[in-house]
């Protein structure tokens, strides 16, 4: 099963942040875009141009910095990164274009890299020019905060939020032929979230010496696996972007897929992505837990997870999980529409450890105690198909009163 990661092969840093792996700095600072003193621009640079590689969102409407970071990235390499938060700069037409390439001029200048080694990431409300002289006001005065310090690492974080309550971040360390490579990410998201490439806003910095090509396609399998398995509210931004960049100053011989430590690298990298990934489903707007759902016995993997991204998305799964409430015959039912291959006789379901379904028909189970467990911060929801071998899981969280709230007033 592609989400499963062997935690033998790294080391988490607890106190790791996006500019632990060699070679990185990264700060953030308020410009003005955002109505509160929050941080709205940051920015990550590395020493050299660093092996870069992204996924993107594959809304037909993309914004405007998608464009540009897609032209930087045509090489197969970055050495910094600008981002801003409040503002989608998405559906802003030509203007939308200018300001996007302006962002990664100015940005180039003042950071001291070439333009066309900068990519640009911007999140926040659709459909509203930004406010250019605050952006360059930002870029202006951004490099004086970048650092290598947690202080400056979590400055960055901040800058990149909207409506997160948290930052996210991870970091891992792996030993690839006899040196230590660092792996580290940090990634913002709590609602519009139901990914078809990343989500939301997400980097990822290392120092292992690794290629473009390989570096993109465990890009895209580490995503398929962790980011494009989570979902808040169904819906896919016109923003998303998950870019990763790596300085090569761990020294390490090239990793490639025949490299003998490829797949402890590719374990922890995974690894990386899906603890962001889960923290972005566990901070959905409004949300009050996080709640995985593990599919087994399905015909194929994919199939698998289409099953569990149906269920984990279901608005009346959600509320039952809000509400406390056992009622397995959303979760059936959610699986029923998926458009996979369910033998209806089969099926089997747990809320954690209590059976409520089993073979297709109903469990005699203890209310109170499915109450107290679905009370807690973290529900999970295993279904065994009894088809065939395959697996996945998927995260998302509960669908409270508060999401509509939060959405409501979002411009405001």
Aim: charged share 20%; hydrophobic share 45%; net charge negative.
């Amino acid at each position: 099963m592609g989400t499963k990661v062997e935690q033998q092969a790294f080391t988490i840093i607890e106190n790791g942040t996006i500019v632990t792996p060699g070679g990185f700095t990264a700060g953030g600072l308020h410009c003005g875009l955002k109505k509160t003193s929050r941080n709205d621009i940051g920015a990550i640079r590395c020493d050299i141009p660093a092996t870069a590689a992204a996924v993107y969102t594959t809304n037909v409407f993309q914004a405007a910095p998608l464009k540009v970071t897609r032209e930087s990235l045509s090489n197969g390499r970055l050495q910094a990164v600008i981002v801003n938060s409040g503002n989608a700069n998405a559906c802003t037409g030509q203007q939308g274009e200018e300001d996007a390439y302006a962002m990664r001029a100015a940005a180039a200048r003042e950071l001291g890299v070439a333009e066309e080694d900068v990519a640009v990431a911007s999140t926040g409300v659709i459909g509203e020019l930004l406010k250019m002289d605050a952006v360059h006001s930002g870029i202006a005065a951004l490099p004086e905060q970048l650092g290598k310090e947690t202080n400056e690492a979590e400055q960055f974080s901040q800058a990149i939020l909207t409506t997160d309550l948290v930052k996210k971040e991870a970091c891992v360390s792996v030993v690839v032929g006899g040196k230590t490579v660092t792996i580290a990410g940090a990634a913002k998201g709590s609602g519009m979230i139901h990914p078809n490439m990343a989500t939301m806003l997400a980097f990822m910095t290392s120092d292992a010496v690794i290629g473009a090509e390989a570096l993109q396609r465990l890009l895209r399998q580490a995503t398929n696996h962790t980011f494009n398995m989570i979902t808040v509210d169904g819906d896919t931004s016109t923003n998303d972007m998950l870019v990763a960049m790596s300085s090569g100053y761990a020294g390490n011989e090239e990793l490639t897929m025949d490299h003998p430590d490829w797949d402890a690298f590719a374990a922890g990298f995974t690894y990386v992505c899906q603890v962001l990934a889960k923290a972005i489903a566990r901070d959905g707007e409004g949300a009050t837990k996080l709640v995985e759902v593990e599919v087994t016995g399905a015909v194929s993997d994919e199939s698998a997870q289409a099953i569990a991204k149906t269920v984990i998305g279901s608005s009346l799964v959600k509320s039952a999980m809000f509400g406390a409430d056992a009622n397995w015959g959303r979760i059936i039912a959610a699986v029923g529409r998926a458009g996979q291959p369910v033998n209806p006789d089969t099926v089997d379901i747990r809320l954690g450890d209590i059976s409520v379904l089993a073979q297709s028909r109903p469990v005699v189970f203890d209310e109170e105690a499915a109450l107290a467990y679905l009370q807690t911060d973290t529900v999970r929801i295993v279904v065994d198909l009894h088809h065939g071998e395959g697996s996945a899981v998927a995260w998302g969280c509960d669908l409270t009163y508060d999401y509509v709230r939060i959405n409501a007033a979002y411009r405001t």
